[in-house]
């Protein structure tokens, strides 16, 4: 079999894409749509689930169109992750909005499952912190704030799915609803160690696991788009599936512990290879990578909510056009004059799972002036993966090497740079801006068995700060995250002492 080409699709928060890619990793065609994300209440957010099928069949038609007659050996698919979908098994239609990452409407739900003493289980269970970032809590929303959903849940009416399995399900007419360890590790019903949907996991969230997707390897045949679905030949085969951050690991070319990945979008995942599964000790998750032939990679990721969307809620703040303005105000400046801005704008995520932690400036003084503030807040992206490295490293009980970087951030060597600094690490920035896509169409190439190369560097950053110098700005971004932590809960203790 000839290799042809993968049609890779990476359907994100903020943008869905599509790239038709070789097994150089050449990128021939590619097309993008910018997706909308609504903030009906404080701390929900949420998109449209319908809108999101529509934006991948945009672009699959925008790039079939431009291919022509070149040969589209399949379709990879890397997607948001811990964003949820339900929808109705016999109309195909959502019975409500995707609930996206970010959202912390299930709070309450946690923090009951909490109070109740079950969050060790469920992180012994999982890899994962009981927290609203990730899916379980919130399909338990859906079905008690959708009117009659959980009863049609328990007569098994009703589907749920991660993005990719709610996007499988499209393309394939409804024929199969299946997702990949990947995206299943992310959901907080699935047992990392028995590698099966968790029976006292979804008694425990309330959700009937009737409602779950069968999981798969994530470079299984999962499926062939049906008639009329979309502008691809009927027939076309789903070749692979995975989180975004696992592609974006697999895109590195990194198959072996040592080497960590950074994708800086609107939050950041690090990400690392375990030679085993891990229980992290220090905050972060263990999570399965990815599984081919169904062998289980595992790893270990830090995730920050905030990261790159700190630069641009900054820039709005300051009133300057975008991120990039706010970098060029922040270049003017050589430091942030003791300035440090911890973004947790929908709270802490890793290592630190403080849901209900609120964003904070500290150490402005007469001195302080918008440049010194627009540094803080790209340096508060470069100490938040620090935070993560350091526990990461904390876990492993050995030093870890080179950080892979890719996403928005990593194209701003000024981050780059700090990043570097503030971690005594050398720091890769990835030459190519879709290395989430090139994740999945790698994998889905290695499900034919073509070996695809791993997205070269385009910059590289060498420690230039000296340690006394990264010991100080640590030292003051680590008081600026306790102080932001003791603020909430005096607070929260009505402001007793």
């Known amino acids: 079999m000839t290799s042809g080409l993968i049609l ?50 945009q672009v699959i038609s925008e790039v079939v169109a431009k291919a022509g007659t070149a040969e589209i050996q399949g379709i990879g698919i890397s997607n948001q992750r811990e964003s949820i979908v339900v929808w109705d098994a016999a109309t195909g239609q959502p019975i409500g909005p995707c609930i996206i990452w970010q ?3 299930s709070a309450p739900k946690c923090d009951a499952l909490r109070a109740a003493g079950y969050a060790d289980a469920i992180e012994a269970k999982t890899g994962l912190a009981l927290d609203p970032l990730f899916p379980a809590a919130k399909i338990a929303w859906l079905l008690d704030n959708v009117p009659g959903a959980r009863q049609r849940a328990e007569a098994g009416e009703l589907r749920v799915g991660t993005v990719d399995a ?41 959700v009937p696991p009737k409602m779950l997707p069968e999981v798969r390897s994530s470079d299984s045949e999962f499926g062939r788009v049906a008639a009329g679905v979309c502008a691809l030949p009927p027939g076309t085969p789903v070749r692979a599936m995975i989180g975004d951050s696992h592609a974006a690991l697999f895109g590195h070319g990194v198959r072996a512990p040592g080497t960590v990945k950074a994708t800086y979008g609107t939050g950041t995942s690090l990400m690392a290879l375990t030679p085993q599964r891990v229980r992290s000790r220090h905050g972060i998750s263990s999570t399965i990578a990815w599984s081919q032939n169904g062998v289980v990679q595992h790893a270990l990721e830090g995730n920050i909510s905030v990261s790159g969307q700190t630069a641009a809620f900054a820039a709005e703040l300051l009133g300057l056009a975008d991120a990039a303005a706010l970098s060029a105000l922040a270049q003017t400046v050589p430091d942030s004059n003791g300035v440090a801005f911890v973004p947790a704008l929908v709270g802490l995520g890793a290592p630190y799972w403080r849901a209900d932690a609120r964003g904070t400036i500290t150490g402005m003084t007469l001195g302080t002036k918008p440049a010194h503030l627009a540094r803080a807040a790209l340096e508060a992206i470069a100490f938040q993966v620090a935070d993560v490295y350091a526990a990461m490293e ?11 970087a890719d996403g928005g951030a990593s194209r701003n060597p000024l981050v ?6 503030i971690l005594g690490r050398p720091v890769a920035a990835a030459a190519a801006p879709e290395v989430s896509a090139l994740g999945a169409a790698a994998l889905a190439f290695a499900s034919l068995g073509i070996s695809m190369p791993g997205v070269p560097a385009a910059g590289h950053f060498a420690p230039q ?17 306790a102080q932001t932590l003791a603020t909430n809960d005096k607070q929260t203790s009505g402001g007793n002492p």
């Not at 997702?179 to 979804?202: G, P, V, Y």
């Open 8 to 57: 890779a699709i990476d359907q994100g928060t903020t943008n869905t894409k599509a790239l038709l890619v070789d097994a150089t990793g050449s990128v021939h065609h590619q097309a993008s749509v910018p997706n909308v994300v609504t903030y009906p209440q404080p701390g929900w957010a949420e998109q449209s689930a319908s809108a999101l099928v529509d934006g991948v069949k």
């Open 103 to 105: 959202c912390r409407r």
């Open 416 to 421: 780059m740079q700090f990043q570097s600094d």
């Open 166 to 206: 709610w996007l499988l399900w499209t393309l394939t007419g409804g024929a199969v609803h299946a997702t990949d360890h990947s995206n299943a590790s992310r959901t907080q019903l699935f047992n990392t160690e028995t590698l099966s949907w968790d029976a006292d996991l979804c008694a425990l969230f309330d």
């Open 465 to 481: 700060m000296d340690e006394t110098s990264r010991s100080t700005h640590r030292q003051r971004w680590l008081t600026a995250v």
């Open 394 to 404: 904390a876990d492993m009980g050995s030093p870890l090497g080179e950080l892979r």
